[in-house]
C-alpha cells in the first residue's frame, strides 16, 4: 500500500512512518520545509514532500497515487490550516483512497458524547485563550471535522484521549462515544494512537466512524471491554 502521512515530522507521525514502514506500506511524507530535517534518518525510506500541509498543491502532489492517507490535523495558527488541510485532502486524494484524520476527543460527530465537568469548564477557556494569543484555533479543527463528517469519502476520525510516551500497550480499544465507561482512564500511549491510525487504513468497518479511543492496557479498559 502507497501511504501518505501529512504532518510526518511531528511525534505522531514520526511514529506512524514506522509503524507504517513495519508493514511493508511505501511511504509520502509531507511536512513544513523548516521541519524536513526532523526526518533524516529516514530520508532513504520514504519520500518527503515538503511544504504547508494546507497548501492544495503540496497535498495534491504527494497523495498522487496513494491508497491511503494519515493526516495529522492541527489546529497550527489562526488562519484556518486544519480545515485548509482537511479540505485539500478531501478535494485531491484518490477517489477511493482510505482517509485517516487525527484529533482530540473534544470533536463530536453526533453530539452524543458526554463530557466531564473539567473538559466542559476548561475548553471554552483554552479555546479563547490560545486564538487569542494567535496559538492555535481549536475551533477551527472543529470545521475541520465538519468537513470531513459531511462528505462522501472513505473517512475515519480518530479522536484520541490525553497521549503519554512509553513502550507500546497494543491496539487501544475505542467506543463511538465520549462517556463510555471504557474509555474513563483516559490515556492512550502516543505510539499505539499512532498504531490504530495505521491499521485503520485497512480496518473497513471503521469507514465513516470517528471512534474515541484508550489504551486496551489502563484500568478503564481492563474493567469494561475484557481486553488483555
Same mark, same amino acid.
Not at 512512518?17 to 523548516?34: S, T
Not at 486544519?82 to 478531501?90: D, K, R, W, Y
Not at 512509553?166 to 499512532?194: K, Y
Given at each position: 500500500?502507497?501511504?501518505?502521512?501529512?504532518?510526518?515530522?511531528?511525534?505522531?507521525?514520526?511514529?506512524?512512518?514506522?509503524?507504517?514502514?513495519?508493514?511493508?506500506?511505501?511511504?509520502?511524507?509531507?511536512?513544513?520545509?523548516?521541519?524536513?530535517?526532523?526526518? =533524516?534518518?529516514?530520508?532513504?525510506?520514504?519520500?518527503?514532500?515538503?511544504?504547508?500541509?494546507?497548501?492544495?498543491?503540496?497535498?495534491?502532489?504527494?497523495?498522487?497515487?496513494?491508497?491511503?492517507?494519515?493526516?495529522?490535523?492541527?489546529?497550527?495558527?489562526?488562519?484556518?490550516?486544519?480545515?485548509?488541510?482537511?479540505?485539500? #485532502?478531501?478535494?485531491?486524494?484518490?477517489?477511493?483512497?482510505?482517509?485517516?484524520?487525527?484529533?482530540?476527543?473534544?470533536? %463530536?460527530?453526533?453530539?452524543?458524547?458526554?463530557?466531564?465537568?473539567?473538559?466542559?469548564?476548561?475548553?471554552?477557556?483554552?479555546? #479563547?485563550?490560545?486564538?487569542?494569543?494567535?496559538?492555535?484555533?481549536?475551533?477551527?479543527?472543529?470545521?475541520?471535522?465538519?468537513?470531513?463528517?459531511?462528505?462522501?469519502?472513505?473517512? %475515519?476520525?480518530?479522536?484520541?484521549?490525553?497521549?503519554?510516551?512509553?513502550?507500546?500497550?497494543?491496539?487501544?480499544?475505542?467506543?463511538?462515544? #465520549?462517556?463510555?465507561?471504557?474509555?474513563?482512564?483516559?490515556? %492512550?500511549?502516543? %505510539?499505539?494512537? =499512532?498504531?490504530?491510525?495505521?491499521?485503520?487504513?485497512?480496518?473497513?468497518?471503521?469507514?465513516?466512524?470517528?471512534?474515541?479511543?484508550?489504551?486496551?492496557?489502563?484500568?478503564?479498559?481492563?474493567?469494561?471491554?475484557?481486553?488483555?
Amino acid at each position: 500500500m502507497r501511504v501518505c502521512i501529512i504532518g510526518a515530522s511531528g511525534k505522531l507521525g514520526r511514529y506512524m512512518i514506522e509503524h507504517a514502514l513495519e508493514r511493508g506500506h511505501e511511504v509520502v511524507g509531507v511536512c513544513r520545509p523548516k521541519s524536513t530535517g526532523k526526518l =533524516a534518518d529516514v530520508a532513504d525510506r520514504i519520500t518527503i514532500v515538503p511544504g504547508r500541509t494546507d497548501d492544495p498543491a503540496v497535498i495534491a502532489k504527494a497523495v498522487a497515487g496513494c491508497d491511503g492517507v494519515l493526516v495529522v490535523l492541527v489546529p497550527f495558527g489562526v488562519k484556518g490550516y486544519s480545515s485548509g488541510t482537511a479540505q485539500a #485532502v478531501l478535494d485531491h486524494a484518490e477517489p477511493d483512497a482510505r482517509l485517516v484524520f487525527s484529533c482530540g476527543w473534544h470533536i %463530536t460527530r453526533d453530539g452524543q458524547d458526554r463530557y466531564s465537568w473539567r473538559l466542559r469548564l476548561t475548553l471554552p477557556i483554552v479555546t #479563547v485563550l490560545a486564538r487569542f494569543f494567535r496559538f492555535v484555533d481549536i475551533d477551527d479543527q472543529v470545521e475541520a471535522c465538519r468537513r470531513i463528517f459531511a462528505s462522501d469519502r472513505r473517512w %475515519t476520525v480518530v479522536r484520541g484521549s490525553d497521549l503519554e510516551e512509553g513502550p507500546s500497550e497494543g491496539l487501544p480499544v475505542w467506543s463511538q462515544h #465520549v462517556g463510555d465507561p471504557v474509555l474513563e482512564s483516559n490515556r %492512550t500511549r502516543r %505510539t499505539d494512537f =499512532a498504531l490504530f491510525m495505521v491499521e485503520a487504513l485497512t480496518d473497513d468497518t471503521l469507514v465513516g466512524e470517528a471512534p474515541a479511543i484508550v489504551s486496551r492496557m489502563s484500568e478503564s479498559a481492563l474493567a469494561h471491554s475484557g481486553a488483555r
